[in-house]
């Protein structure tokens, strides 16, 4: 599984092409490097994804069970609009017309990567998504972070300084 990280600044033309950042692009695996899948994303962005980090997140999709109507409903959801796009020469993508309408892309642009997945956002929304104080995300901190299931948490009579 890819890792990145980094929030880039960029255009996308009016052919729907984007540049990825040398810096980013210096973060895709070699084997990854003429292809990737690109999706919608929550929050009206888009996901681009490696090939194997693609064929990871659907594999989430097999424990649904399809003879749910909702299931159904999610797993089409969620696999429309996955589109292979090459990488060419000039480290450019080509962003298919439907996604760029979803994530109304124009212009001003933000790839913002965590994890395995490279978010692809129209900077307005971008900035709006990101708005709240400190004090909100000290508490989704405390909330997401702070359990007792986190296995970064010490566990045994280390965890409150007793030892035998």
């Not at 017309?97 to 892309?105: G, V």
Request: aromatic fraction near 8%; hydrophobic fraction near 35%; charge should be negative.
């Amino acid at each position: 599984m890819a890792r990145f990280i980094g929030e880039f600044e960029c255009k996308i033309d009016n052919k729907g092409r984007i540049i990825l950042p040398a810096k980013l692009r210096s973060q895709i695996p070699d084997k990854d490097a003429k292809a990737m899948v690109i999706n919608r994303g929550f929050e009206k962005c888009l996901v681009l994804y490696t090939n194997a980090d693609w064929n990871m997140e659907t594999e989430k999709l097999t424990v649904l069970n399809d003879f749910r109507r909702d299931a159904r409903k999610f797993i089409r959801q969620f696999n429309n609009g996955a589109n292979i796009v090459p990488i060419d020469a000039s480290s450019r993508i080509n962003i298919p017309n439907s996604l760029a309408e979803y994530a109304s892309l124009k212009d001003d642009i933000i790839i913002s990567c965590y994890n395995h997945k490279i978010e692809i956002w129209n900077k307005a929304h971008f900035e709006e998504e990101l708005k709240f104080d400190d004090q909100e995300f000290s508490r989704m901190a405390e909330e997401l972070m702070g359990n007792s299931n986190n296995t970064n948490t010490p566990k045994g009579p280390e965890a409150d300084g007793k030892t035998n």
